[in-house]
């Protein structure tokens, strides 16, 4: 398949190891943490997601100061060590105390997520770097994000095979682990591309600078001052779904999965996303940009959306039927994210300016993040007024919805992208 011709690169072949391994490793931590604040917060665990939220906004509104004077190679390495560093600290003081304890998962939150406003702009701005022939992009970030999808499918079928037998507190150890084979394959790509990949924007850019510079970059291409736009309330809805209505719902409903663990339902309902999602990446990785891509793109977002309706209505099914109706839903809709991601993706570094990608990057993650936030300060009120079924029906809802306006605001066969950046 044309998505994995880019492994003939060494550098790009590490880099995609170590990001596998700790995509993994994320969605170990993601899932346990989930599971874990709801049994410490209650319906409250919302507001632990929306502190990463908050965070991760913060960060990626003031850290571009500094972050862009970085050598792109050395903020990936430091960005996984810091992680790495939090996840063993929380580890260490839940063995020491024989619990989890909030302070410590708040901290963990709180490194997390500045790591990831390192990280991902830096990414950004090394992979087009590693791929010589500018025809390969759309391959190599299809490749790349098989790291997130497949890690969708393998991390949480992890848990849902290893919960009853593993404690809840290795999970984040796996995840440090991760972290740190990822900081040795960047390493040695270092070392293998000695030039470095730096950053370059202006010496003096005071800290809102930056996101604004990014943000007007973003908008100056119709398609993409679009996904800006409508990524807050996309990305709020779909987290608030999966994060917090779905594992409350599987609880609340007392549904078990392998082992007889709620936590291993969960697990194996993000592990049927994942087998979609990855699937949709192989294919879709391998193909160009269709020269109109809106309706591809938006058209994923509402495919996201119907599943996750879909989702919510399936726990009226008779209780037995229930959990294969929560992953079949989950994994019809988990096709639209590659639809959407990859093209946007090549977008963003093909139509911009080289020094306004990691900017634009942390601009689209402040707009994420933001609609993350908000979505899990008013989750628990809907869910406490509506339940958890219903609130998901309505984040899937809200994605529908804004695809249809998004595409009848652009045409679905106009020219909605601008001509390359000189």
Not at 182 to 205: D, K, Q
Not at 321 to 345: E, N, S
Request: hydrophobic share 55%; net charge positive; with cysteine.
């Amino acid at each position: 398949m044309r998505v994995f011709l880019p492994l003939r690169n060494r550098a790009v072949a590490l880099l995609w190891s170590g990001l596998s391994l700790s995509a993994i490793g994320d969605q170990l931590y993601g899932v346990a943490l989930s599971w874990i604040a709801v049994g410490v917060f209650g319906a409250a665990a919302g507001y632990l997601a929306g502190l990463q939220s908050l965070v991760l906004l913060l960060a990626a509104l003031s850290i571009g100061r500094w972050a862009d004077r970085w050598e792109a190679m050395r903020s990936l390495i430091g960005a996984d060590l810091l992680r790495a560093a939090a996840l063993l600290a929380v580890v260490a003081l839940w063995l020491a105390s024989g619990r989890p304890a909030a302070l410590p998962l708040i901290g963990a939150v709180v490194v997390l997520a500045l790591g990831q406003a390192v990280f991902q702009p830096a990414l950004q701005v090394v992979l087009p770097g590693l791929v010589p022939d500018p025809a390969m992009l759309p391959a190599t970030n299809g490749l790349m994000d098989t790291t997130d999808r497949s890690a969708r499918l393998l991390g949480p079928g992890l848990i849902a095979m290893l919960a009853g037998v593993l404690p809840t507190v290795h999970f984040l150890s796996l995840d440090a682990a991760s972290f740190l084979v990822s900081a040795a394959a960047v390493l040695r790509i270092r070392r293998l591309r000695p030039g470095a990949l730096p950053a370059a924007t202006p010496a003096r850019e005071g800290i809102w600078q930056g996101i604004r510079r990014g943000a007007r970059a973003m908008a100056e291409h119709p398609l993409l001052g679009s996904v800006l736009r409508t990524t807050a309330l996309v990305n709020g809805s779909w987290y608030a779904a999966f994060y917090l209505a779905l594992p409350l719902m599987i609880e609340r409903l007392g549904v078990r999965g392998p082992g007889g663990a709620g936590l291993g339902a969960f697990g194996l309902v993000i592990a049927a996303y994942g087998c979609t999602n990855l699937a949709a990446t192989l294919v879709l990785g391998g193909r160009e940009i269709p020269p109109r891509p809106q309706l591809q793109m938006f058209g994923g977002t509402a495919l996201v959306g119907t599943g996750t309706v879909l989702m919510g209505l399936a726990a009226l099914l008779p209780a037995d039927w229930r959990l294969a109706g929560f992953a079949g839903a989950a994994a019809f809709g988990a096709a639209g994210g590659p639809m959407k991601d990859i093209p946007l993706a090549v977008l963003r570094q093909t139509r911009l300016r080289g020094a306004d990608v990691p900017a634009a990057m942390r601009a689209y993650i402040a707009a994420n993040s933001a609609g993350a936030l908000a979505a899990m300060i008013v989750s628990p009120s809907v869910i406490h007024a509506i339940g958890a079924p219903a609130t998901i029906v309505l984040c899937g809802g809200i994605n529908v919805a804004t695809a249809v306006v998004v595409l009848m605001r652009l045409g679905v066969w106009r020219e909605a992208t601008a001509r390359p950046a000189e």
